[in-house]
């Protein structure tokens, strides 16, 4: 969990995610980013955000990991490395963009349990 808390602030600068921006603004930027950041996309349902990064595939066809931890081979891709380091990321970045505050994150699949892609579900506060 440390490790991703300490990734969000890096994660805010190098998206560009401005403080504040709201939920449309928000999910408007997010889904606009380019790849390898990007493709993003952002369903509302109340104040649940469902939260999907469409990550670009390798040669081998497979999702690849953007990790920084993994790109810089100090880790290995694991559902538990999304879930302490990608899930508390996604709470930043949300919280800081919507400017509300995340009451709990649950990851529905990433690429190391079989998805294709990386899928959260985002509680806000309300």
């Known amino acids: 969990m440390r490790m991703g808390n300490a ?3 890096i994660a805010i600068e190098g998206i560009g995610i401005k ?42 066809g497979r999702p690849m990991c953007m990790c920084v931890l993994v790109q810089l081979g100090i880790e290995e891709p694991s559902a538990e490395l999304c879930r302490c380091c990608a899930a508390p990321v996604i709470a930043y970045m949300t919280e800081t963009g919507t400017g509300r505050s995340v009451a709990k994150v649950d990851m529905l ?18």
Not at 28 to 40: A, E
Not at 109 to 126: A, K, Q, T
């Open 19 to 60: 403080p504040g921006m709201g939920i449309e603004a928000y999910k408007s930027y997010m889904t606009s980013l380019p790849s390898p950041i990007g493709p993003r996309t952002i369903d509302c349902e109340g104040d649940v955000l469902y939260h999907t990064y469409h990550a670009p595939k390798g040669e081998d």
């Open 7 to 9: 990734c969000a602030p």
């Open 109 to 126: 699949g990433v690429p190391p349990s079989g998805d294709e892609c990386c899928r959260f579900r985002v509680h806000l506060e309300p």
